[in-house]
């Protein structure tokens, strides 16, 4: 089993900047794919960003394209989001997001779904 927890969120003012970790209580390398998804008041939840721990890159929602970034270190098995111009429509609460599937490219990780998730950390951008 796989635990996930999140941390960093909190209060920030639009055009601000924050951190978001992700520690994994396992190898990010024993992993198919991680990600980060959100959830804003009264709307669907939405993947934000992911990768799969086969390939080189992380692939981005449009809506934070530029904006968002994942980083990670591995040796301390957590993963990074971090988020700069922040606008109120990213208000919501983050979650980190994983699968022990071996799937071919993210997209089969994003229509299957996670198999693990943390609790959140609320992200609420607001002057």
């Known amino acids: 089993q796989v635990q996930l927890v999140e941390s960093g969120g909190g209060l920030v003012q639009p055009g601000g900047s924050l951190r978001l970790s992700c520690a994994a209580s396992v190898n990010i390398f024993s992993l198919g794919a991680m990600a980060w998804y959100r959830q804003a008041p009264g709307k669907q939840r939405e993947w934000v960003a992911g990768?799969?721990?086969?390939?080189?890159?992380?692939n981005y929602a449009d809506s934070v394209k530029g904006r968002f970034t994942v980083s990670r270190d591995n040796a301390e098995n957590t993963v990074y989001l971090q988020m700069n111009s922040l606008k109120p429509e990213d208000t919501g609460v983050y979650y980190c997001a994983a699968s022990q599937k071996v799937l071919p490219c993210l997209r089969y990780y994003r229509a299957y779904g996670m198999d693990y998730w943390g609790k959140g950390t609320l992200v609420t951008v607001s002057s």
């Open positions: 990768f799969t721990t086969a390939g080189g890159s992380t």
